[in-house]
Structures are given as structure tokens and as C-alpha cells.
């Protein structure tokens, strides 16, 4: 027992590995068993090693980045996306716009535009390839750099773009300390971040770019926190050109520049300044693309997720059972346009009714934005919940970490032929998911009433 205090880290760390190790390239996204099993043993790691407090920040740092190399060579196991990645690289290799093609056209008209087309469309699924791309400019440009790279191989696309993902939450860990740092809270706690099995397995190993918009996203408020709102507001744009999600944040900053003082003039200015900073940025990111199609094909793809895509949702389901009972089909069209509507008006209501002076109550505000948007909408892959933990790093708040843990359950899914999503399992997620978010926000920091 002596022995395994001594070197419970280093006991911890190598089985950590091997479990990665399995995870990375032994197992399927229909094996259900074997990936929860697998998920809780990693989990179980990770907050062991969460609260060693002998642990240094160097050593945390090194075990972080060993975990992401264990999968620099493993075809991605969860999803499929990373194929239309290549092909939308590669695409532009070529000098082809993606955003005014499909690859199914391509196919079926059996032209194949790119290297291994045919290897690309098969692997992305035609539920993919007759959509057309909805991935921001500086996401094509992570595209772009692998297919320089690697053009006529697939697992070398692969090892470029998770080399950038593994390059990014580096750059995350390194400006996450710094704004810690600043806002005088714990610097380990970007580790429930970096160190988070969910993070290395979903961004890492399945090759979801949220790293590299989060990245962009805090050092923007890093500079922020130092009073630089022009460079703060190209980096926000630079997030945005990643995933769209940050531009969520954007009316939040009102308070921040006023000062809540309306009559401010200088702060008014500053807000405008920044907000059009921002925007042009994005719109000069976009630029080399810019066609009279591409703000159709782009919108209508984007507006799929809200009118067409359902996974993993939590009240929209309830919603949506609502709808069958009084109208007796899915109401998905009209629900899909209440959400942004929903998620609009709490949006203003937390930019001018919560106090968002300060840094720290900002990123609070950005983190109950998000929360309430996820809350709602139909589509919820696990991913979006890497935007959520980066937040709540810098928060009281831990419910983003414990729904990390709990999302699994949405992939027993995919263990069904034909897939077929376990209503059961996804309330278990949520009830477990909301109970704690209510005591957490609502209960666990409120003063006790005699």
C-alpha cells in the first residue's frame, strides 16, 4: 500500500496510457460497453490526479500533452467529420471554392476533383457529402495546411490536423494560466480542462476544432483583461472564423466597455469600435471565399442544424413529444425557430440585467449564455462541451465538467443497427446533469435563510 502512495502518480499515469491507448485503437463507436468502461476508468484517473496536490504544474503539463500524442497516429473512432476535412483541404489545394460545391455532385457526376474522392465520400457518409460545408475560414486553413502536407494520404491528414489541435490547446494552457493568473484564481485550474479524458479524446483523437477556436477565444479575453480591445477584437473574430458559437458572446461585452454608465460616451465608442473590429475582421476572413452563392449555401447549411438535425437534446426532446401528442408529427421546424428566439432573449436579459463589469463576471455570462443555448437546442454533440469547461475554469461552477462525464451515454446510439438514440439513457444524462446544475447554481452559493 506504501508503494502505491509513493508512486500512485506515476501508477496513474501509465495505466491512463494503456487506457488510451485501448480507446485510440482497439475500439469502435459501437462497442457501447467497452467505451464506457473504458470512459470511467479514465475519468476515474483523471480526478484522482485532479487532486494529488503534489503533483507540479510541469509534471500535469507533460502527462497532458503524453495522453494527446498516444493518439497522433489512430484513425479517428467517433466520428466521421474528419473526412470532409480532407476533402474540403484538399479542395481548396485545388483551387475550389468548398462552400459552392457538394461532394456528392462530384460523385454521382463521377468526377473526382481531388485525391482519393471517392475513399473521402464514403468515409464522410451521404448524409455529410449533400450538404454543403458550413466550417468557418480559419477552419478551412487547418484543412488547407494538411492537405499541403499530406495530399494523397488519409492518416496524414489526419496526424497534420491533430498536430495543429495538440498545438492549440498547448497555446490554451499557456494563456489559460496567464488569465488565471490575472483574475488571482488557481492556475491548476486549467487542468480540468487539459487533463479532461473527454477534452483528449473528443478534440485530440476525433479531430473536433474547438481547440483551436477556444484558443483564439482566451487569449482574446486574456488581452481583454489587459485593456487591449483592438487586438481583443481581432482574436474574437479569429474564434468566430474557427466556429461561429463565440459571436453568442458578442452583445455581452456592453457592460464590460460602459462601465454601467450609459451616458459614457468613451465606452460607447469603444464598444462600437470593438464590435465593428471584430466584424470586419470576420467578413475580411472570409473574403477570399466570397461568391454570390456563398451566403445561401452557408446560411441554409448552418440552418440545418435548427430545422432538420436532432442528437442528444434535452428540452427540445420534451418539446418535441408535446408536439406528437397534440399534433401528432415533429414540430422540429417550429421549435428549431423558437430556440435562437429562447436563447436570444436570455442573451439580453443577462447583457442588461447581470453585471458584467469585470472579467470574471463576463466569462460567468458567457458560460450561462452557452449553458442556455445547449439547454435548448436539438443538436448536441458531446464536443460543445469543451466551450463550456474552458469557461468554467475561470468560474465557481463545475457542472460543465460532471456533463464531460455523463455525455457518453449519448454514444449508445451508434451501438444500435440502425442507429437509434436510448431516450432512457439520455434522461439519465440530463437528470444527473440538471440536479447537479440546479444545487451548483442555485442552491450550493446561496445564503443560508433563517
Not at 493518439?71 to 466521421?80: K, R
Amino acid at each position: 500500500m506504501s508503494f502505491f502512495k509513493k508512486h500512485s502518480s506515476i501508477i496513474l499515469t501509465l495505466v491512463s496510457v494503456v487506457l488510451y491507448f485501448l480507446f485510440a485503437y482497439t475500439t469502435e463507436r459501437t462497442e457501447f460497453n467497452k467505451l464506457l468502461f473504458l470512459w470511467i476508468s479514465l475519468f476515474t484517473c483523471y480526478f484522482v490526479l485532479l487532486r494529488d496536490q503534489q503533483l507540479s504544474f510541469a509534471y500535469l503539463t507533460r502527462i497532458a500533452v503524453l495522453f494527446r500524442l498516444v493518439f497522433l497516429f489512430a484513425t479517428p473512432n467517433l466520428s466521421q467529420d474528419f473526412y470532409r476535412f480532407i476533402w474540403d483541404g484538399r479542395m481548396i489545394l485545388e483551387g475550389l471554392n468548398p462552400y459552392l460545391t457538394l461532394p456528392q455532385t462530384f460523385i454521382e457526376q463521377n468526377n473526382y476533383p481531388i485525391n482519393q474522392a471517392n475513399e473521402l465520400y464514403k468515409g464522410m457518409g451521404v448524409l455529410n457529402g449533400s450538404h454543403y460545408t458550413n466550417y468557418p475560414p480559419i477552419n478551412q486553413l487547418c484543412f488547407f495546411i494538411a492537405a499541403l502536407f499530406t495530399k494523397n494520404s488519409i492518416i496524414g491528414s489526419v496526424i497534420v490536423m491533430r498536430v495543429l489541435i495538440i498545438l492549440a490547446d498547448i497555446g490554451i494552457l499557456y494563456f489559460g494560466k496567464k488569465l488565471l493568473e490575472r483574475l488571482q484564481l488557481p492556475v491548476k485550474n486549467i487542468f480540468l480542462y487539459i487533463l479532461n479524458p473527454f477534452v483528449i479524446i473528443e478534440l485530440t483523437g476525433n479531430l473536433h476544432f474547438e481547440p483551436v477556436m477556444l484558443f483564439f477565444l482566451v487569449w482574446s479575453i486574456y488581452t481583454l483583461q489587459q485593456h487591449k480591445w483592438f487586438l481583443a477584437g481581432i482574436l474574437l473574430a479569429c474564434s468566430i472564423s474557427v466556429k461561429l458559437i463565440p459571436l453568442l458572446f458578442l452583445p455581452l461585452f456592453f457592460q464590460w466597455f460602459v462601465k454601467g454608465d450609459i451616458s459614457t460616451l468613451k465606452g460607447f465608442k469603444k464598444l462600437v469600435l470593438f464590435h465593428l473590429t471584430t466584424i470586419f475582421t470576420v467578413f475580411l476572413l472570409f473574403l477570399p471565399f466570397y461568391s454570390s452563392e456563398l451566403i445561401s449555401n452557408y446560411t441554409n447549411s448552418v440552418g440545418l442544424w435548427f430545422r432538420n438535425f436532432e442528437f442528444n437534446a434535452s428540452f427540445y426532446y420534451v418539446a418535441r413529444e408535446i408536439g406528437y401528442l397534440f399534433r401528432g408529427y415533429n414540430e422540429i421546424a417550429i421549435i428549431g425557430k423558437i430556440i435562437p428566439v429562447l436563447t436570444i432573449c436570455f442573451l439580453l436579459m443577462l447583457t442588461f440585467f447581470k453585471k458584467n463589469k469585470s472579467v470574471k463576471q463576463l466569462i460567468v455570462s458567457m458560460l450561462l449564455t452557452l449553458s442556455c443555448y445547449y439547454f435548448l437546442t436539438t443538436t448536441m454533440h458531446p464536443w460543445y462541451i469543451a466551450t463550456l469547461l474552458i469557461l468554467s475554469v475561470c468560474t465557481q461552477y463545475r457542472y460543465a465538467v460532471l456533463w464531460s462525464f455523463v455525455v457518453i451515454l449519448s454514444y449508445q446510439a451508434y451501438a444500435n443497427s440502425p442507429w437509434k438514440e436510448n431516450l432512457w439513457l439520455i434522461t439519465l444524462e440530463y437528470a444527473l446533469l440538471y440536479t447537479y446544475f440546479i444545487w451548483e447554481v442555485f442552491i450550493k452559493r446561496k445564503p443560508t435563510q433563517n
